[in-house]
């Protein structure tokens, strides 16, 4: 997907070759606006739907297909999020991200404990997938913020901002992470669909164990 901030800057300059660089070497401003409101149309409409239930939108989706979602269920929410899960239920995309994600310096020694939670996702282990990624998540974030040096759980909003990324669009991470640190502090047996770290790692809510957690 390209970058928001990247399509912006080809605008500014825009600006400025229209009048200096001749025509054949101007970027086409009317294709790059309408790259951008495509782009930004299909993650607010994304996040108005799938948004409450805490779903993030991020630079591996395929825009083309998140575009088709958002615009054939736009009025159905359940809809919506099964044909987004199903999407997620292609297992050579999911092993690609994952082999792409393991080059990540932070995550080098954290691979091993990807490929497992695959294993356990296509196998229908529900369950153990929450608790791998859940220790991954958390050890990423500490091992990549070096001066902050504290996981996922343990981070204010302000400091999971992802910058020049979908991730960041304003009511998307900051939303999904408030569930990662609510507490719980009884038992609580209703199915849990959300990824309430606390409740989960502590005992607290036992039954997670779905394709949605």
Avoid at 8 to 17: C, E, F, G, S, V
Avoid at 90 to 111: C, P
Avoid at 160 to 186: E, I
Wanted: glycine share 4%; charged share 25%; no cysteine.
């Amino acid at each position: 997907m390209p970058s928001i901030i990247e399509l912006n800057k080809q605008l500014a300059a825009y600006r400025w070759l229209q009048y200096f660089a001749p025509k054949k070497k101007r970027p086409n401003a009317k294709e790059i606006r309408q790259q951008v409101e495509y782009i930004t149309d299909t993650v607010d409409s994304f996040y108005a739907l799938l948004g409450p239930r805490h779903w993030v939108f991020h630079d591996n989706l395929n825009l083309e297909r998140m575009a088709a979602i958002v615009s054939k269920h736009h009025d159905n929410a359940d809809a919506a999020e099964a044909a987004l899960i199903a999407y997620y239920q292609d297992e050579e995309l999911l092993r690609f991200w994952a082999r792409r994600l393991g080059n990540r310096k932070a995550m080098k020694s954290r691979r091993h404990l990807i490929e497992h939670a695959l294993d356990d996702y296509f196998s229908g282990r529900y369950y153990a997938v929450v608790h791998v990624l859940l220790s991954v998540m958390d050890g990423y974030v500490n091992d990549t913020d070096t001066q902050l040096r504290k996981g996922l759980h343990a981070r204010k909003n302000e400091d999971v901002d992802a910058w020049d990324s979908v991730v960041g669009h304003h009511p998307g991470l900051t939303h999904a992470h408030a569930t990662f640190r609510k507490g719980f502090y009884a038992t609580d047996e209703p199915e849990t669909f959300e990824l309430y770290r606390n409740g989960i790692v502590h005992g607290m809510l036992p039954n997670y164990d779905n394709v949605m957690s």
